[in-house]
């Protein structure tokens, strides 16, 4: 069974501070790399996509990726309480379908 | 933003009626997904489609069922619906290796 793993949190982090979610994954045949945001009772949306070692920025986003170690992470700097959300991250399943797996995401919390 | 739409939104069914949930994509397309999400279990694939007539099963499949007669409708059709089919059900679509999602359809089953 492929598995995409998060903790689930809540992780809390003081507004205008670094906030690091992490995601491991157990296929190691996954080329493709997601992070969604999903606020509450909301759909999620596509935030960063990573298909290479290294990092990716993006604004106030950086995702990281490190296939030998089957681990993302995604940080968020100068974090905002408009930044509290659900943050789930997907792997492409490897293979010519590549479905995405999805972990079961990290609650953040900004506080002001 | 891919402009999906699902539909209903909310829908509240006895136990053992049929149920079809409707999403609409404007985007061209090619992949279509269907998802439950439930707490505990975050986001997990139901059924599929890589064309029209082109569907396959996911992790979830039984008590499902799908179709695709054009490329920007995609079908979800829960044949005698359970309380355990109680859930959020997201329509996603993608053209190369993105998904977006759709609004989604909250579902109870009484």
């Known amino acids: 069974q492929k598995e995409v793993e998060q903790n689930s949190g809540p992780l809390s982090v003081p507004e205008g501070a670094i906030a690091s979610l992490n995601c491991t994954y157990s296929?190691?045949?996954?080329?493709?790399f997601f992070w969604y945001r999903q606020y509450s009772g909301k759909s999620p949306e596509l935030i960063m996509s990573?298909?290479?070692?290294g990092d990716k920025e993006d604004g106030r986003f950086t995702a990281q990726l490190n296939k030998a170690s089957q681990y993302v992470s995604l940080l968020i700097r100068d974090s905002q309480p408009s930044d509290s959300a659900t943050y789930l991250c997907?792997?492409?399943?490897?293979?010519?379908?590549?479905?995405?797996?999805f972990g079961k995401g990290t609650k953040l919390s900004v506080k002001p | 933003d891919a402009g999906i739409t699902q539909s209903p939104r909310h829908k509240v069914t006895e136990t053992g009626t049929p149920v079809t949930l409707r999403c609409h994509q404007t985007?061209?397309?090619?992949?279509m997904y269907w998802y439950r999400q439930d707490p505990g279990h975050g986001l997990r694939l139901i059924h599929y489609?890589?064309?029209?007539?082109?569907?396959d099963k996911g992790e979830v499949s039984d008590g499902y069922s799908v179709s695709r007669s054009k490329t920007e409708d995609f079908l979800l059709t829960l044949e005698s619906a359970t309380s355990s089919q109680t859930s959020v059900y997201f329509c996603?679509?993608?053209?190369?290796?993105?998904?977006?999602f759709g609004p989604g359809t909250r579902l109870t089953v009484t």
């Open positions: 296929d190691r045949g996954s080329q493709s």
């Open positions: 996603a679509t993608a053209g190369g290796y993105e998904q977006y």
């Open positions: 997907a792997v492409r399943e490897g293979g010519s379908q590549g479905n995405l797996i």
């Open positions: 489609s890589y064309g029209v007539k082109d569907t």
């Open positions: 990573i298909y290479s070692n």
């Open positions: 985007e061209n397309h090619r992949y």
